[in-house]
């Protein structure tokens, strides 16, 4: 997957969503009055001058001389230098408008390139424009409010030496990760609601030149790529584990992102699941095919390692993660990595260097027999590879695994097995202990399986060794809820292709249909359900989970389940938030609840924003509870809101012992206060 565009195809892309195609564009006025200008000053040869920068891309490679196309390159570049100073803090939809102002107004000819950016035509700017792909989004103006990225480092790099400078830095990086969610949100919600129409009649349209293979249709809007998790190229066989591969391509940033190596930098990111399908949404970078300095982008063919800084600073990244040195490169173009092939490395038109394509990050556990690309999806959880005797390899079981690749298969394959026998028994120990209510208990089975590196598919072998009752229900309870959650996405993506519609009433019939299904409303169907589907999926998913005389179809496996308890979890899992009256009267009468159309409140988009902004907002409110000491109830509330924050970012994976001990901080406080305020109600607001 690739996040970047060649300078050349960037700067000619096609103006395509509003009027005559062939209409020029402001920002292609500009660009070529600054590039003429430029001309002017140089004396070049064998160049005809009247031919603008349009011409010089078309004819860059032919019969021009070397020194006269690296004299046009210099100035194709100082050229757009000038443009991006030009456009750097004006707002892409006031451009916008003012392109469909001036490209149907009768007497445009009489307003200036300068002035149609610049909004300077007379009247105010008052609406934004439609929605499109143009160049204003794909090259992103330095400072202008869509380069998240130049946000996004600039506030990583501030001081820290006060805590004054700390709440400043927490603080905006909380600011921009709202920010950025939400415009994720925004658009991200439209991509997929119109997944099903043509690309031509589609509000945001699909970026056809954009590289890579995995994943599916990629589209640029407002500073931000957007990448759909689907197994369009059928590498992953099948949607499901495709979106697995994007929540390791979220979870390798994060590792990287927390490796604490200088001046290496990842985009900003998050990741969005709605109406079964899912996006990756991240920062445009500041890069492109030539500033590629590590890995490779061609499976190995081609092993970029240019850079000594570079090289450095991922060797330092793998041997933080215990990630194995191995031998990288399909031809006779070799290097030693310790990571994946396919990881690429760049150093930015900013100076910055930055690592992108993380989705291989972590190496795979054993492939399943039954499923021979698994390894491009099951992957060892960092926790687990970070405290495991022996690094492992990233490129295990891959094509471009090396010359060793068999140490590393039998080393992978080791390691499984000490996941699933030791680790698996472990947790069950662990959960064995525990004392919570349902509910709360359900929240924390996969805190707890991720402390000791067990990934949530191996439930079914930390159920197997648990030994209380009462937990091998809560772990049949979190297996059949997932269940749940997979079908039930799958069911939304396939009406939704079957449809075409993006109405939400059907989706929101689809969900109420199903949910029925699962509450056993259907009396004929729903006994055939969990005594077929139910249970053959439990088996296939999560082996050995079921047990012995679970497996038998005369056991009531839904008996054991106690529903109500059940779709609390599912609501949390899927986002679809049922009533407060449909949830007070599933408590009361769990089997014989129905849920009916208005049950259904919200089936919301669910996002998980990458563990630095969890984190910021967690130490912002943390520090703001301490300066409220005066107001004791003011500083419980924040000191709750930053517990939920930290605990977000620890379950998604922080492995940060600052970050945990600032957890234990807030906790400590929390508690003092409440203590506090209980011995002396007088001192609530001191």
């Known amino acids: ?98 392109y469909n102002e001036f490209a149907y107004a009768p007497d445009s000819s009489e307003f200036s390139s300068e002035d149609l950016l610049l909004g300077n035509h007379g009247e ?71 997944i099903f129409v043509p690309n031509e009649e589609k509000t945001i349209r699909p970026d056809k030149q954009m590289g890579g293979i995995g994943g599916g249709p990629k589209y640029v809007y407002c500073g931000i ?134 989705a291989r990050v972590f190496p795979p556990t054993k492939p399943l027999e039954n499923m021979p690309s698994s390894f491009l999806y099951y992957q060892f959880r960092p926790e687990f590879i970070k405290s495991y005797h022996i690094p492992l390899s990233s490129d295990a079981y891959a094509k471009f695994g090396g010359t060793e690749n068999k140490i590393h298969n039998r080393e992978t394959d080791e390691a499984t097995e000490f996941l699933i026998n030791r680790c698996a028994k472990r947790v069950a120990r662990q959960l064995d202990e525990m004392d919570y209510e349902h509910e709360e208990a359900l929240s924390k089975i996969p ?10 598919r191996y439930l079914g072998y930390v159920r197997q060794h648990v030994k209380k009752k009462s ?30 519609s993006i109405a939400e009433e059907i989706y929101r019939k689809v969900t109420r249909d ?36 679970e497996k038998d179809r005369s056991f009531d496996l839904k008996s054991e389940i106690p529903l109500d308890i059940l779709f ?7 986002k679809v938030l049922l009533s407060y009256e449909a949830n007070e009267q599933f408590s009361l009468s769990p089997n014989a609840f129905e849920i009916v159309y208005p049950d259904i409140k919200r089936m919301g988009l669910k996002v998980k924003p990458m563990v630095i902004i969890s984190s910021a907002e967690a130490r912002a409110l943390y520090i703001e509870s301490t300066r409220k000491q005066k107001r004791s109830n ?5 000191l709750k809101l930053s517990l939920s924050h930290f605990a977000d970012a620890i379950s998604a994976g922080a492995d940060n012992k600052d970050l945990i001990l600032n957890y234990g901080d807030a906790v400590s406080l929390y508690y003092f206060f409440i203590l506090l305020t209980l011995t002396f109600p007088s001192i609530r607001t001191w």
């Not at 970047?4 to 500009?30: K, R």
């Not at 300095?293 to 190995?300: F, L, Q, T, V």
Request: with cysteine.
């Open 447 to 456: 805190s707890i399986m991720h402390k000791f590196g067990v990934n949530i």
């Open 634 to 638: 003011t500083a419980i509330r924040l």
């Open 225 to 358: 790529l957007f990448k759909y998790a689907l197994d369009w190229k059928g590498i992953y066989k099948g949607d499901e584990w495709a979106m697995k591969a994007a929540g390791h391509e979220y979870r390798g940033c994060t590792a990287f992102a927390q490796c604490g190596v200088d001046d290496l930098h990842v985009p900003l990111m998050c990741i969005m699941d709605y109406r079964g399908f899912r996006l990756i949404a991240m920062s445009f970078l500041p890069i492109n095919t030539r500033t590629m300095i590590y890995g490779s982008h061609d499976g190995g063919q081609s092993i970029f390692a240019s850079d000594p800084i570079m090289n450095r600073k991922m060797n330092q990244v793998g041997k933080f993660l215990n990630l194995k040195g191995h031998t990288v490169g399909m031809s006779k173009d070799k290097n030693y990595f310790y990571l994946p092939t396919d990881i690429e490395g760049h150093k930015g038109h900013d100076s910055r260097y930055y690592a992108l394509d993380f």
């Open 1 to 98: 997957m690739r996040a970047y565009e060649p300078y050349d195809t960037v700067v000619n892309q096609p103006f395509s969503n509003i009027g005559d195609p062939t209409l020029i564009t402001p920002y292609d006025m500009v660009l070529n009055n600054a590039y003429q200008t430029r001309l002017d000053t140089h004396r070049i040869e064998d160049y005809d001058t009247d031919l603008g920068y349009d011409q010089f891309i078309g004819k860059k490679n032919s019969s021009l001389s070397q020194s006269t196309r690296l004299n046009l390159d210099q100035i194709m570049n100082e050229s757009y230098n000038s443009v991006v100073g030009i456009i750097s803090d004006t707002d892409p939809y006031e451009i916008e408008k003012s």
């Open 514 to 549: 199903y949910f029925n299904l699962v509450l056993g409303v259907h009396e004929e169907m729903s006994p055939q359900y969990w005594d077929n589907e139910m249970r053959t999926q439990l088996i296939e998913k999560y082996p050995p989970g079921i047990l012995p005389d």
């Open 568 to 574: 609390k979890r599912v609501q949390t899992l899927t």
């Open 124 to 194: 105010s700017i008052v609406t934004p424009a439609p929605i499109s792909t143009s160049k204003y989004d794909r090259i992103v103006p330095h400072n202008s409010r869509f380069d998240w990225n130049q946000r996004f480092q600039d506030i990583l790099e501030l001081p820290q030496t006060t805590t004054d400078e700390v709440l400043s830095r927490y603080e905006r990086l909380r600011s921009l990760g709202n920010d950025f969610i939400h415009t994720a949100k925004t658009f991200g919600k439209i991509i997929i609601e119109e």
């Open 471 to 500: 937990v091998q229900q809560l772990l049949l309870i979190e297996m059949v809820a997932r269940v749940v959650k997979n079908e039930w996405r799958r069911k939304l993506r396939s009406r939704m292709l079957m449809i075409k």
